[in-house]
Nanobody, 119 residues
Framework: QVQLVESGGGLVQPGGSLRLSCSAS????????MGWYRQAPGKQRELVAA???????TYADYVKCRFTISRGNAKNTVYLQMNSLQPEDTAVYSC?????????????WGRGTQVTVSS
């Protein structure tokens, strides 16, 4: 079984920063893609950023130059550094893992972590 556990959400003021972490455990393939999705109240879930096991990244246009996705040394950990946060970034952020290729979203999801940007 594969399990994804997120951490790092919380309340932050506009212009502030947060770093989300996601740790994957279980049977993890060497070829995989890990990503962050978010869902705001009343809106559809959307891709924020993703990174392959080879280090290639992709970002949604609205987070480019503000957010950075990276892998930890253990490769089964992914981080999302979020800078210059704005109220419209408020959402539940969920970690996602796809195995054996680069298709998104993958099969596995974390439970999500709440990010609230408010003064």
């Amino acid at each position: 079984q594969v399990q994804l556990v997120e951490s790092g959400g919380g309340l932050v003021q506009p212009g502030g920063s947060l770093r989300l972490s996601c740790s994957a455990s279980g049977s993890i393939y060497s070829i995989n893609v890990m990503g962050w999705y978010r869902q705001a109240p009343g809106k559809q879930r959307e891709l924020v950023a993703a990174i392959t096991s080879g280090g290639s990244t992709t970002y949604a246009d609205y987070v480019k130059c503000r957010f950075t996705i990276s892998r930890g040394n253990a490769k089964n950990t992914v981080y999302l550094q979020m800078n210059s946060l704005q109220p419209e970034d408020t959402a539940v952020y969920s970690c996602n893992l796809g195995q054996g290729g680069w298709s998104l979203p993958g099969r596995y999801w974390g439970r999500g972590t709440q990010v609230t940007v408010s003064s």
